[in-house]
Nanobody, 123 residues
Framework: VQLQASGGGLVQPGGSLRLSCAASGFTFDDLSIGWFRQAPGEEREGVSCIYVGGGSTDYEDSAKGQFTISRDNAKKSVYLQMTSLRPEDTAVYYC?????????????????WGQGTQVTVSS
């Protein structure tokens, strides 16, 4: 059971990044996958999530219209497309998974966590 997050980096304000979360060791369709972020000194917070089998999604209010979550079943991957990035989006971004047919933005929902990928928004 492994999750591999990637795609972070340094981007200027207003720029875009696409994060990837590759899952292995699961039946991919059984999973709900969430994206979380944690800024220095802050709690880890849910940004978006998706139930892979059905495609239902959820977004934290500030992420609506700015972030888009999607999945590629063939690649067993979930993506977080982030646009119009702002300095306050700077954080370590994590993906997490649970074998359940409904996703959640709550950390406690997920048993499996990937390593983080750093996103830095700065000029």
């Amino acid at each position: 059971v492994q999750l591999q997050a990637s795609g972070g980096g340094l981007v200027q304000p207003g720029g875009s990044l696409r994060l990837s979360c590759a899952a292995s060791g699961f039946t991919f369709d059984d999973l709900s996958i969430g994206w979380f972020r944690q800024a220095p000194g802050e709690e880890r917070e849910g940004v978006s999530c998706i139930y892979v089998g059905g495609g239902s999604t959820d977004y934290e209010d500030s992420a609506k219209g700015q972030f888009t979550i999607s999945r590629d079943n063939a690649k067993k991957s979930v993506y977080l497309q982030m646009t119009s990035l702002r300095p306050e989006d700077t954080a370590v971004y994590y993906c997490a998974a649970q074998r359940i047919s409904r996703c959640s933005l709550m950390r406690e929902w997920y048993r499996y966590w990937g390593q983080g990928t750093q996103v830095t928004v700065s000029s």
